[in-house]
């Protein structure tokens, strides 16, 4: 069976700091790989998508960037950390691209930039 | 950019009472899914509409997606403490690229005991 992991689960880190959070998919292989925030428990934002190693689409310009060194890991990084980078950070990944296709989520890290 | 605007933005009920929220776009979609999420995880899929005018049933909730694919009603009977969370629709693009779903902002469900 599939499953998806995402690390860490908290984490509190300085202005300025760099990020690195990551994520794979197990039982599985050419996922479509997903990085979602949601602030305050609402609505999810897109930020990354990708369709296979190295390829990264970018949905909103912003402090972060994202990378696939293998198939199944997606990395979300940031060099220097904003306050407003702060909120719930959400891995998911899909099989393809069909209108059934489902997003399985990680269970997500919650990041405070203080 | 497609919009999804989800309505309400919060219900709270009581155990038993029915409800109904809505999830509107001015935009056509090829397919639109329902997530539930609980705090502190991520959503977990609860249906798949794909042809406009489709209804579906899943135990006490039921899932309507509209006639011209641009919206979508997710209808509780009997609700209880355990539907509580926060209700995510999320539609994928027609006639752009299939790798996107855009979400709404949510409604979320408190039902009280």
């Known amino acids: 069976s599939q499953t998806i992991h995402q690390w860490p689960a908290t984490l509190v880190q300085p202005v300025g700091s760099p990020l690195s959070l990551e994520c794979t998919v197990e039982?599985?292989?050419?996922?479509?790989l997903y990085w979602y925030r949601q602030a305050a428990g609402r609505g999810l934002q897109l930020l990354f998508y990708s369709v296979g190693i190295g390829q990264i689409s970018s949905e909103v310009p912003q402090n972060l960037s994202a990378s696939r060194p293998q198939d199944r890991q997606f990395i979300l990084s940031s060099k220097k950390l904003l306050l407003s980078d702060s909120g719930f950070y959400l891995c998911?990944?899909?099989?393809?691209?069909?209108?059934?296709?489902?997003?399985?989520f990680g269970s997500g890290t919650q990041l405070s930039v203080l | 950019t497609q919009l999804l605007e989800q309505s309400p933005q919060f219900l709270s009920i009581q155990e038993g009472e029915n409800l109904t929220v809505y999830c509107n776009s001015s935009s056509v979609f090829s397919s639109l899914q329902w997530y539930r999420q609980e705090p502190g995880e991520g959503p977990v899929l609860l249906v798949t509409?794909?042809?406009?005018?489709e209804v579906k049933k899943l135990k006490r909730l039921t899932f309507q997606f509209g006639d011209a694919r641009k919206d979508s009603s997710l209808h509780i009977t009997a609700a209880q403490p355990g539907d509580t969370g926060l209700y995510l629709c999320?539609?994928?693009?027609?006639?752009?690229?299939?790798?996107?779903?855009?979400f709404g902002k949510g409604t979320l469900l408190t039902v009280n005991p």
């Open positions: 999320a539609g994928l693009n027609s006639g752009g690229s299939n790798y996107k779903l855009t």
């Open positions: 509409v794909v042809t406009g005018g």
């Open positions: 998911a990944w899909r099989q393809g691209a069909s209108t059934n296709e489902k997003l399985f």
């Open positions: 039982g599985t292989s050419n996922p479509n």
